[in-house]
């Protein structure tokens, strides 16, 4: 895993607690900046690449809410951070700010808090779904990489000491990246982190700076082997190359299939997002990384579709989609029939 080192921190004063106080130290020497809010930095001379590793902004969560999802989780949680050390093109973090930093929210105790309350709230026991048959699922990782928020602070140990002894919530996070220091900690099944995979000659051009699939395949059984329950995230599906799109998945689950313990694909499932990408988004990635456009901007393929957030995005033409759907279906059933998909769009 690449090592997120920072020259500059920027924070707000309700960020200074102990924690942020404690992140300032760790990195010390580093300029440190008041900033009055978290989310509008002054302008920052250095680029989007300069912007993720170089910068870290420490903030106070303010709008404390859990909102429902249904598909990855029940419940999305409050964000422990917003931006990623990682540049996927097609990251939707990405997709709202002009430079997008890490941004690590320190009232920890409080986002816990609010999902505590939350789920107190709701009906016990709950009414098994697709995305737990037992317990409330949290979403902690919408807005960024869990994996490289634990490197940073303490956060995500909290949250998944907080989630273990929870006797109705259980976490989870899709992650890019390989952190060993997560295998440390004890989540006791109450967490499940689902690796994103694609094929690895594409994922080297569009998951920049992201750990490679071969290490995040090979690290499935020792996450499981630590208490994690362990799910795949196949995100997104980018089609390409007429067929070569199909043989390449097709690799891919072989891969799965040769690497996985009989008892890790006893449990796992897996979620399948079609990719979807967004204008303005292609517009800046002809200036930042304009290889990976020749992947993921394909009209021929695609249609427009207008976003809840009012931006112009772009999915696979409907009926395109609905048959690239069933052929990665497919070879799904055909490769790795033991990993049920959970859900497909
Ligand atoms: S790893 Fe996830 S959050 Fe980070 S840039 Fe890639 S898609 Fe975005």
Redesign the pocket.
Known sequence: MHHFSPNTIFYTPDALNERGKDIIQQYNPVEVLQTPQHNRLPPLEIGHYKAKSDILVLGRLKTLQCKWSGRSADYIAPSFANG?????AY?Y??RHKPVNPITLFTNVEEILQTIDKHVQQLPWPKKPNQTDEVYYTYDIGCN??VSVDATIADSIRLAIDFFRDHPKAKATFAT??VNPTLLALNPQRKTRIRFSLMPARISKLV?VR?DPIEQRIQAINDFYQAGYEVHVNFSPVIVYGGKQWRADYQELFLQLDQTLLPEVKAQMQSEVIFLTHNRSQHEANLEINPKAETLLWTPVLQEDKRSQMGGYNIRYERHLKSKMMEVFQQIHQETIPWCHIRYIF
Request: charge should be negative; glycine fraction near 8%.
């Open positions: 990623c050390f990682g540049a996927c990251c973090v990405d960024s990489d890019k990246f998951d992201t």
